[in-house]
C-alpha cells in the first residue's frame, strides 16, 4: 500500500462523500455505480480505501456537514466495508457491506422513482459476490460458510421491496436472478419455487416488459429446474427462450444454455448438429450423440462414464442416462433394417436371441432374460411397436412404424 | 435471557419498594407515574422489544403468529365464555358496587384468567404501548422462568427473538414447545376444548385459578379457537376494552402488594398454591441436582412483582406451562401417556391448590371494596371449583419449568444465603395452616385461616411459598415447616421480618437443614416406599417389577427434603378454610376434572410413543432401571383411581432418587460428588450469567458443565432428560462400550435394542462423547433400525453419522454410503439429492461393492429394469437387501404393468414368479429348499386385480390383455388414518 499522507487521505474521502451526495442529489445513476462497486477495483476505489485505512477517522468526516451526515449510515457501513475489504478481511468486509445494503435499500424505499435501479443492482451483484467470498475464506478457516446464505435472505427482501407496483418493479427480475444464482450456488433450489410464483403469476406486470438481460437470466435458471424435474418440454421452452433472446455475442452465456438445452433436446429425439457441439466446444456430448445416432449402447455408456463427474456436477446426468432406451430403440431398428434386407417377409419377427447377440457384439452382456425386459419397457414406453410372444422369444413388430420417431414428445408419453 | 434476568430484577426492587411504603390506592394510580422507576424503563423497553419482535415473528413464522396472536386476542374470548365465565362475573358484578375499577376488573379477571396468555400478552402490551410497569413486570418473571427453562434446551433459545423479548418470549417459545410435543399432545389439547369447545375452558378458567388451567389450555386451544375466534372480531375494540378493564386489574393485582394486613391473607394464599406446585416440582430439583436457591428465585421473583399475584401465577404457568410441555413430551415421547398424568395426577392434592390462588385474589378484592366483600366472596366460590383441577395441573408445570432456570438466575442467591433459615420459622407456621387449607379444599376459613396475617410482609410468605414448593413430600415439608417456623421466628424477634427481603433469600438454607434431616430420615423414607412396590399401578406395557430395596442416598439433594410434609398441611387446613371451599371443590371441580381426563385420557393414549413403552414386555427382567419407568407407564394407566394418584404421584416424584439408587453399588459415585461437581457447574454457570450480562445462551461454556458419568450399571432404560443429567445415571465410556456388545448379543427384539441403544445415545451425547464409540452405537442402531424397518430411527443414526463422519470419525462409512444412496433412490426419489450424492462418492468409494450394488440397484430402478432389480435383490450385500425391500412392492407392479402391456397373449406365473423375485424368498424356504414361489406370486397377482388362466398344459398363466386394464395397487393394508403404520405398535410388534 502505497503511502498516503493524512491530507491526501482527508481529500479523498471528502472528495468521495462529495460524489456520493451530488449522484444522490442529481439522480446520477452511473456515477453512483461506480462509487459503490467493489469488484470492478476501480483505481479510485482502491485509493479510497487506501485513504480510509490511513485516515482511522472517517466517520467524524461524515458527521462533519449535514450533507453528508444525511446518508450518514449508508457511508459509515460503506468505508468499514471498504477498509475490511482493502485489507482483505472479507468477512468483516461482507458483514459491513450487508450492513451498507441494508442502510441502502431503506433509502431506496424512499425515493420514489426508480433513478437509482442500477445502483441498486450493483449492490444486489456485490453482497452476492462478497458472500461468496467471504464464505471462501470461512471455509478455508474451517469455519461453516454461511454468508451467502444470509446474502440470499437480505436480496429477498430486497426483493421484496421491487415487487410490488409501480417503476421499481421492472427491477425484480434482476434480483431474482441474483436470488437464482444464490441458491443454485447453495443447493437450496427449491427456495427459487416462491419468487418463481410471485414473478409469474404477477398479472401486473408483462414478463416481456423485465430487461432482456434478466428475462435470459430468469429463463436461463427456470429451464434448469425443469431439467431437475425431468419436465423436459418445459425446460425445452426455457432454455430455447433464453438461447433465442441472448445476445449472440455471448458465446460463454450460450454455451451455458446449450450445456442444458441439448439433453433435453435429445431426450425429446431431437439430435444436434456436430457443428453446434464444436462450435460452442460442447465435446462432452460428441460420444453421446453419436451413439443416439448409430444406437451404440456401449458408445453411450462410456461417454457416460469419462465425463461422470461433469455430468453429475451440472444435474445432467440422469438425463443422458435416460437416452439408453432410445439407443435401443435405434439399435432394434437397425436389426429390423438388416433382417429387412435378407428376408422381409419375417423381417417383423425379433428374434431375443438375435437381439442378445448383437447386444454381446457391443460387448454387453445380457441375457434373456434381461432382453426380454427391455423389450416389455421399450414397448410399454412406446418406444417399439408391437408386442412380445413370451413363449417363443420373438418380438413381434407392428407393420406400421414399428419405430414411431418422438417429435419432440417425452419418451413415453 | 439476560434481558430477562435483568428485568427480573427490576422486578423485584420494585415490588420491594412498593411493598412498604405505598398504600394500594396509590399504587393504584401510579400505574402511569410508576414508569419513573429504573425498572420501568427496562421492562417497556424489553417489551417494546419483545413486541416488535413479535409482529415480526407473526409475520414469518406462522405458528408463532398464532400463538401471539392468540395472547393479544385471549381478552377477547371471555367474551364467548360460557356460562361459568357469566356466572363468576355476573355474580360478582352484582355483588360489588364498588368503582368501576372493580367492576372492570371482574369481568377483566374471569377472561384474564380464563386466558393465561391474553394476561400476559396484554400486559405486554400495554406495556409497551401505555407504558404501564406493572404489567410487565409479572411477565418478565415468567419469562425468566422461562428462559432459564430454554437453557438446557438450546435449541429453543436459539431464536433470535429470545433475547429482545423478555416479556414475550415465554409466549414466543411457547410454540416451539408446541411444536415438539408433537401430535399427541395437540390432540388432547384439543380434546378439551373441541369437546368442551369454551366449555372446558371456561370451568377452570372462571375461577381465578385460571391461570394455571388457562395456561395448558391457551397453548393450543387458545392458538386454534381462541385465535381464530378473536382474528375475526375487531381486535382495536377488545383492546380498548382490556385497556379500560386495567385500572381494575391493576388494583386487584396491586393489593396483594400492598404491606397491609389484607396483604398477608392474600399472599399467603399465593403461597398456599405454591407447596402443591412444590410437590410436583419436587422432583425435578431433585434430578436436576440444581440448587435450591434458584428455584426459590424464581418464586421470589413472582412474588415480589406480585403486584396481581393471582395473575403472576397465571404468567409464570403459562410460560412454565410451555415450557412443562417441553420437558415433558420431550421427555416422555416414548411413553406418551406419562404426561396427561401429571396434569391429572391427584384431584385432590391439586384442588386444594388451585384453590388457594383463588383465594389469594378474593382476598386481594376485598381490601379494595369492602362493601363488596362478602358477596365477593361467595361469588369467587362458586367458580372456584372447576379450575382447581386444572390450576394444580399447572402450578406443577411452573414448579418443575422454573427450576430449570434457577442456575441462572439463582446467581444472585447466593449472597441471601445465609439470612434465609432464621428469618423463616413463624411464618412458616402460619403460612404452613394456609397450605393445608388449600389442600383440603376448605377454603371458608380464609381470613380466619391467617391469624396474623397483617404481621407478615408479602415477600415473607412468598419466600414460605417458595420452600413448600420445593417440598415433594409430607416428610419434607414437615421438616421444612420446622425450618421455616424457626427462621421466621428468629426474624420477628430480630425484627428483621420487615425489613428483610425475602425474595432474595435463598431457600437453600432451609433446604440445606432439611437435606440433613432428611439424611436421618432417608432411610425410614425409602423403606415407606419399598414397601409398597404394588401400590404403583401396573402399566400394561409392563410386567410387575418388584422394586428393591435400596437406600436413598443421602446427596439427592433436595429429593429428600421434600419428603416433608405433604399430609401435614392438609391437616391443618382443614381448620381453617373449610367453609368456603368446600362445598364447590367437591362438587364443581370433579366432575370437570373427570370429564377431561377422560377426554384427554382417550387422546394420550395414542400408540405411537408406547412403542418404545411397548419394548418393556420382553425384557422381563430388565434391571433396576425400569423401575424408574414404572411411574411413567402406571400414570399411563389409570387416572380413573384418584385414591392411588398421590401415591403414584410421590412414586414419580422419587423416580430420579431411584435412579440415583441404582448406582448404590459403585463406590466410586459418591452422590455428594456428584453434587458438589454439579454444584460447580451451576455456580460456573451463574458466574458466566454474572459476568456478561447479555451472554447468549450459545456463548455458555458448555465444556465447563460437560457431565462425567458414573454409572456403572450396563443396562439403562432411555428416559428422555428433563432436567440436567446426573452424572450418577450416566454411565462412563467403557460401560457404554459393554452396554453396547450387551445390546449386540442381545437376543430380545428390536424394541428393547432400540430403547438400550437411545440411551447409551444419550449417555454419548451428555458426556459429549465423539469417538468411534459414538459412531459405532449410530451405525449398530443404524443396522438394527433397517433390519426392523424402523426408517425414522434410521434417518436420525444416519444423520448423526453423517456429523460423525464428516469430522474423520472413522467407521463404515461405504456401508453406509451406500445405504443413503439406496434410500434416496428408493425413498425420496428426489433426483438432484440423487445427483449431488453420486458426485459427492470419491473413486475409492465407487469400487466397494456395497456401493457398487447400490449404484446399480439405482440404474435399474431408474430403467425400471426389473430384471436386473431382484437380481441385485438377491445378491445385495450387507443390509442393502432390507432397503431394497422399500421399492420392491412398487418394482413389481411396474413389472407387471409392463408385461402385461407388451406381452401377447399370457405369460405363465411361473416365469413371473422368478422374475420377480418370488422364487427362493418364501418365508417358509426353511421346508423345501426351493421353492418356486408359484403361490405367493398369484396370490399377489390376484391381490392386485392381475387375471389368472390356465393355459392348455393346465398351467396357469396371466392374461396379459385383460390384466393390462384391471391391473391396480391395493391399499396397503396396514395402513393407517395418520399415515404412519409404525405408529402403531401391535403392527410394530407383528413385523418385528
Known sequence: MAYVSMGEAHRRITEYLNRFCDAVSYQDSSMLCRLLSFSSNSPSLLSLADALNVFQDASSLIRQSDKFSEYGEILAHLFRSLQSYRVGNLVEAYLAFEKFANAFVQEFRNWESAWALEALYVVCYEVRILAEKADKELTSNGKSPEKLKAAGSLLMKVFGVLAGKGPKRVGALYVTCQLFKTYFKLGTVNLCRSVIRSIETARIFDFEEFPRRDKVTYMYYTGRLEVFNENFPAADTKLSYALQHCNPKRERNIRMILKYLIPVKLSLGVIPKDELLQKYNLHEYMNVVQALRKGDLRLLRHALQEHEDRFL????????????????????????????????????????????????????????????????????????????????????????????????????? | MHEGCVMNQGGNTQTVAPLDPNPIEKRYGVEGSQVQTSPYQYSTGSDAASWTTHSVDNQVVQQNGNYSNSNYYHPQPPVPATGNVQETSSSTSGTVNVAQDYSAYTPYQTPSDLQNYSNTGYTNYYSGCYQQQQPSQPYTQPVGAYQNTGAPYSSFQNPGSYAGTASYSGTYYNPADYQTTTGGYQSTAYNSQTAGGYVNQTPTSSNQGNYTSNPYQNYTPDAANIHSATTATATPVHYQQNYQQWPGYYSQTEVPCAPGTENLPATSAFSQSFPVAGGVASEMPASNGQPAPSYAQNWRQETDSSQPPPQQPAAAVSASNNAYWMHQTPSQQAHYPVPPQNHYQSPLETKPLYETPIQGHQRATYPQELNSQASIHQAPLGYRQPTQTTPSVDTQRVSKIQIPTNPRIASNLPSGYTKMNKERSPAGATQTPAYVSVSMSNPKGHTSAMPEPGTFPKALCGFVERAFARCKDDKEKASCQAALKKIITQATNDGTINTRDWDIEPLSTVLNTDVTNTESSSAPISSLQNKSPTRRPKSRWEPIVESKPFVKPASTFTSGVKFGGWNHPNVNNKKSSETFQKVDAVTGSKPTYFAQNSAKKSFQRPVKRQRFAGGAIDDEESSDSEKELTPYYSSAMSLASSADEKKRRDSRSKRFEKVQGHSRGNDIPKPKISNVRRGTALRLGEVLDESCGSRAVEDMDWDALTVKGTCQEIEKRYLRLTSAPDPTTVRPEDVLEKALSMVQDSPKNYLYKCDQLKSIRQDLTVQRIHNHLTAKVYETHARFALEAGDLTEYNQCLSQLKILYAEGIEGCTLEFAAYSLLYITLHSNNNRELLSSMSRLSKEAKGDEAVRHALSVRAAVTSGNYVMFFRLYKTAPNMNSCLMDLYVEKMRYKAVTFISRSCRPSIPVSYLAQVLGFAGTSSEGTGEKENDGMEECSEWLKAHGASLIADSNGDMVLDTKASSTSLFMPEPEDAVAHGDRYLDVNDFFTRT
Open chain 1, 313 to 413: 456436477r451440472s444435474g445432467v446426468y440422469l438425463v443422458l442416462e435416460k437416452l439408453e432406451l432410445q439407443v435401443y430403440q435405434r439399435l432394434m431398428k437397425k436389426i429390423y433394417i438388416i433382417q429387412k434386407l435378407s428376408d422381409p417377409a419375417r423381417a417383423h419377427q425379433l428374434k431375443l436371441e438375435v437381439i442378445a447377440k448383437a447386444l454381446r457384439w457391443l460387448e454387453i452382456d445380457m441375457d434373456l432374460d434381461e432382453v426380454e425386459c427391455i423389450m416389455t419397457i421399450l414397448i410399454y414406453k412406446n418406444l417399439v411397436k408391437g408386442y412380445l410372444a413370451h413363449k417363443s422369444k420373438v418380438v413381434v413388430l407392428s407393420k406400421q412404424d414399428p419405430f414411431p420417431k418422438l417429435n419432440g414428445k417425452p419418451v413415453g408419453s
